[in-house]
């Protein structure tokens, strides 16, 4: 049973930096996409970043580029997304995913099959 698990949320001041972590159980992840979504308040979940471990290829959502960074240590089954300049929009709770096979890799919540239970990142003004 693949578990995805979550870390490194908390609270920071506007421009400061958070690392969450994704630590992936259960499988092996070679063939997998890794990526993270956030949901704030009575918005839907969206797509903030995401990797093909095979190749390595990243993608990030538009709100984020050139501030987060998504990364990857398959040795150790874990997901990396370093924050910088973080803003107060960019308050939600992360979500890890992680999906096989996919010959493009999705940008939508559905395209995912595993989900961690999230962590909660606030930025304040």
């Known amino acids: 049973q693949v578990q995805l698990v979550e870390s490194g949320g908390g609270l920071v001041q506007t421009g400061g930096s958070l690392r969450l972590s994704c630590a992936a159980s259960?499988?092996?992840?070679?063939?997998?996409?890794m990526a993270w979504f956030r949901q704030a308040p009575g918005k839907e979940r969206e797509f903030v970043a995401a990797i093909r471990w095979i190749g390595g290829n990243t993608y990030y959502g538009d709100s984020v580029k050139g501030r987060f960074t998504i990364s990857g240590d398959i040795a150790k089954n874990t997901v990396y997304l370093q924050m910088n300049s973080l803003k107060p929009e960019d308050t939600a709770v992360y979500y890890c995913a992680a999906s096989a096979g996919m010959v493009r890799v999705g940008l939508t919540s559905r395209a995912y099959n595993y989900w961690g239970q999230g962590t909660q990142v606030t930025v304040s003004s």
């Open positions: 259960g499988r092996t992840f070679s063939s997998y996409v």
